[in-house]
Nanobody, 124 residues
Framework: QVQLVESGGGLVQAGGSLRLSCAASGRTFSSYDMGWFRQAPGKEREFVAAISWKRLNTYYADSVKGRFTISRDNAKNTVYLQMNSLRPEDATVYYC?????????????????WGQGTQVTVSS
């Protein structure tokens, strides 16, 4: 069982940066592949980025590639999403998610645990 708590959201101007954090409970955090998703009101939750449990593999949505970076610190049970060059279209609620080892995936159905989300607002 894993519990996830996101933080780091807030208001930023277009072109600015934010770093989201997702703290996980439990002693087996390093056993999980982790992902970040986002969901706007009335829209489906969409994949943003994922990282494997050994940090050897990362994967990004085309819309954020080159601007966002996912990383993790297994000693701190935390996964991060560094977001640079933010755009108004990046503004929404961001969720982190965890899945057992098996390779990183980009679909919501591949994840077993979810955080409550953190709001990102980008002013133009």
């Amino acid at each position: 069982q894993v519990q996830l708590v996101e933080s780091g959201g807030g208001l930023v101007q277009a072109g600015g940066s934010l770093r989201l954090s997702c703290a996980a409970s439990g002693r087996t955090f390093s056993s999980y592949d982790m992902g970040w998703f986002r969901q706007a009101p009335g829209k489906e939750r969409e994949f943003v980025a994922a990282i494997s449990w050994k940090r050897l593999n990362t994967y990004y949505a085309d819309s954020v590639k080159g601007r966002f970076t996912i990383s993790r610190d297994n000693a701190k049970n935390t996964v991060y999403l560094q977001m640079n060059s933010l755009r108004p279209e990046d503004a929404t609620v961001y969720y982190c998610a965890a899945r057992g080892r098996g390779g990183i995936v980009a679909v919501t159905t591949g994840y077993d645990y979810w955080g409550q989300g953190t709001q990102v607002t980008v002013s133009s």
